[in-house]
Nanobody, 122 residues
C-alpha cells in the first residue's frame, strides 16, 4: 500500500504561484509514475501532468509552460510548481500513483492523495 499526503495549495490571485508537495509512505516510489489531477466545480477529474520513475514528464496542453512537476526519490516526494495561475485553474488537486508508466486516465492510478483546494481569484 502507498499512502499519499498532499500539502500546499490555497487562495491566490491570478498570475500568482503555488507549490504542492505529495509525500508518499508505506512504500518507496521507485518504479511508480506519479500524476497530478484536478477536479473543478461540476467537472470530471482531469489529468494535469505526470512524471515517471526516470523523471520523464508529460504535461497537459492547458498547463504547458506554466506548471512543472518534479520528484525527489530520496524524500519519496513529488512536487507541482504552478506559475501564472488563472481562474480556470481553480479546482481540487490530487496526486496519484501507479506502478509503471504515466497514464492520463485517472482510472489507471491505484493510490490517491486526499485532494487540496486551489482557488485563483481574478
Amino acid at each position: 500500500q502507498v499512502q499519499l499526503v498532499e500539502s500546499g495549495g490555497g487562495l491566490v490571485q491570478a498570475g500568482g504561484s503555488l507549490r504542492f508537495s505529495c509525500a508518499a509512505s508505506g512504500r518507496t516510489l521507485s518504479g511508480y509514475a506519479m500524476g497530478w489531477f484536478r477536479q473543478g466545480p461540476g467537472k470530471g477529474r482531469e489529468f494535469v501532468c505526470g512524471i515517471n520513475s526516470g523523471a520523464s514528464t508529460y504535461m497537459a496542453d492547458s498547463v504547458k509552460g506554466r506548471f512543472t512537476i518534479s520528484r525527489d526519490n530520496a524524500k519519496n516526494t513529488v512536487y507541482l510548481q504552478m506559475n501564472s495561475l488563472k481562474p480556470g485553474d481553480t479546482a481540487v488537486y490530487y496526486c496519484a500513483a501507479r506502478y509503471g508508466s504515466i497514464w492520463t486516465s485517472p482510472g489507471q492510478y491505484d493510490y490517491w492523495g486526499q485532494g487540496t483546494q486551489v482557488t485563483v481569484s481574478s
